[in-house]
């Protein structure tokens, strides 16, 4: 089969490849599209957590791989609710903890980190690394997380004596944040005034 020239422009060659060329780029232009939803929803699920994660990886695809990562890990784990008893108990604990803060601060804020792990633990998250129990945490808690990473970094300082009264104050109120969610609590429970 030879092919001349005039085969090459003929309309029905011509309109061909340009139907071709718009086929591609509706592709490509679709391929974008989805990538950007893709990012856009987990940057919505993940919030700050989304740019941590992505200055750690250094770039976006490894980042949101790690984040798809978490969201497929937590869903394997069997998270449970709290019994009624367990929340009572819970709640009187943290009371104990944050009746504690006035006259011993930093070990209130070291038993508030031991209590929300073993929170933690009793709904059903695995006991890891701080690390890896902030990734757990980042998927249904994203605006928890980081104020959970500042406590426990605030926490870990008082172990060394190098936090301020009033930083250990903010991680006991990040703590209750967390402690809050995940005992599910809907309203707030009387919250003594601290120090």
């Known amino acids: 089969m030879n092919f001349d020239s005039s085969t090459l422009t003929s309309p029905a060659v011509i309109i061909g490849g340009i139907v071709v060329l718009i086929l591609i780029i509706a592709a490509i232009a679709i391929a974008v599209d989805q990538r950007k939803k893709k990012t856009e929803r987990l940057r919505s699920r993940f919030g700050p957590e989304y740019d941590l994660v992505l200055r750690k990886e250094g770039n976006r695809r490894s980042a949101e791989a790690a984040l798809l990562d978490r969201t497929k890990r937590l869903h394997h784990l069997k998270i449970r609710d709290l019994t009624a008893s367990e929340r009572n108990r819970y709640i009187a604990e943290w009371?104990?903890?944050?009746?504690?803060?006035?006259?011993?601060?930093?070990?209130?804020?070291?038993?508030?980190?031991?209590?929300?792990?073993?929170?933690?633990?009793?709904?059903?998250?695995?006991?890891?690394?701080?690390?890896?129990?902030?990734?757990?945490?980042?998927?249904?808690?994203?605006?928890?997380?980081?104020?959970?990473?500042?406590?426990?970094?605030?926490?870990?300082?008082?172990?060394?004596?190098?936090?301020?009264?009033?930083?250990?104050?903010?991680?006991?109120?990040?703590?209750?944040?967390?402690?809050?969610e995940l005992l599910q609590i809907t309203t707030p429970v009387e919250q003594k005034v601290l120090a």
């Open 95 to 180: 009371e104990v903890v944050q009746s504690r803060f006035v006259d011993q601060p930093r070990a209130a804020a070291t038993e508030a980190d031991e209590l929300v792990n073993s929170l933690l633990q009793a709904r059903g998250y695995p006991t890891a690394t701080f690390e890896e129990r902030a990734a757990d945490i980042s998927v249904n808690h994203a605006l928890l997380v980081g104020p959970y990473r500042s406590a426990h970094e605030v926490t870990l300082r008082a172990a060394r004596n190098e936090a301020t009264t009033e930083e250990l104050r903010t991680a006991i109120i990040h703590y209750r944040a967390l402690f809050d």
